[in-house]
Structure formats: C-alpha cells, structure tokens
C-alpha cells in the first residue's frame, strides 16, 4: 500500500520561492510514474509537472517551465518540487500522485491515470 504525504506549503509574496515535498512509503522506485498535480477552488485538476522514475524523463506544463524543478531524493524516498518566482496564479492545493506505469510522457499530466495521491498542501502566493 503507497502512501503519499506532502509537505512545505505555506504564504509567499509573488517571486518569492518554496520547495514542497513528497514522502513516499511502500513504492517501488524502478519504474513508475509521478507527478504534481495543483487544484484552485472551483478548478479542476492541472498537471504541473510529472516524472518517469525509471526513464529519469520530467515533464513540465508550460505555465510553470523556468521557473518550477521536480527532483527526487532516492535515499528518502522523497519527491520534490522547487518552485521559483512564484505568481499569485500559482496559488492552489498541491498534490503528489504516483502510478506504475512504464510510459509517463504522453499522459503525466492526466490526473485520472494516477492510483495514489497524497492529502495536500496549500500554496498562497501575495500579490
């Protein structure tokens, strides 16, 4: 059983930065795909950016490249978001969501294709 728990949220003033964190227990780390996911209120689901665990690909939605890094740490099994010069349309809840899956690029962004997600953490970026 895969468990999900993010971390790292909080109130930031815009181009300001964060890093949120992902703690993954019971996942298999060989293949694979996960993904951060961010949802306003009243809005569905957007894929922000995603990650081949066994190819090492990343995927990044254009609202956020240059400016967004996802990144893993394997000896804590913990997946992590960067997130720099923040706007306040970034402002959301954020989610970590993984699946096993060999192929990733053509739906990391495709919240329905994920099986695990963790609880949230609240992002609220100031003008």
């Known amino acids: 059983q895969v468990q999900l728990v993010e971390s790292g949220g909080g109130s930031v003033q815009a181009g300001g930065s964060l890093r949120l964190s992902c703690a993954a227990s019971?996942?298999?780390?060989?293949?694979?795909?996960m993904a951060w996911f961010r949802q306003a209120p009243g809005k569905g689901r957007e894929g922000v950016a995603g990650?081949?665990?066994?190819?090492?690909?990343?995927y990044y939605a254009d609202s956020v490249k240059g400016r967004f890094t996802i990144s893993r740490d394997n000896a804590k099994n913990t997946l992590y978001l960067q997130m720099n010069s923040l706007k306040p349309e970034d402002t959301a809840m954020y989610y970590c969501?993984?699946?096993?899956?060999?192929?990733?690029?053509?739906?990391?962004?495709?919240?329905?294709?994920?099986?695990?997600w963790g609880q949230g953490t609240q992002v609220t970026v100031s003008s």
């Open positions: 969501a993984a699946r096993w899956d060999r192929f990733c690029g053509d739906s990391w962004y495709l919240a329905h294709r994920y099986t695990y």
């Open positions: 019971a996942y298999t780390y060989s293949t694979g795909c």
């Open positions: 990650a081949n665990i066994g190819a090492g690909s990343k």
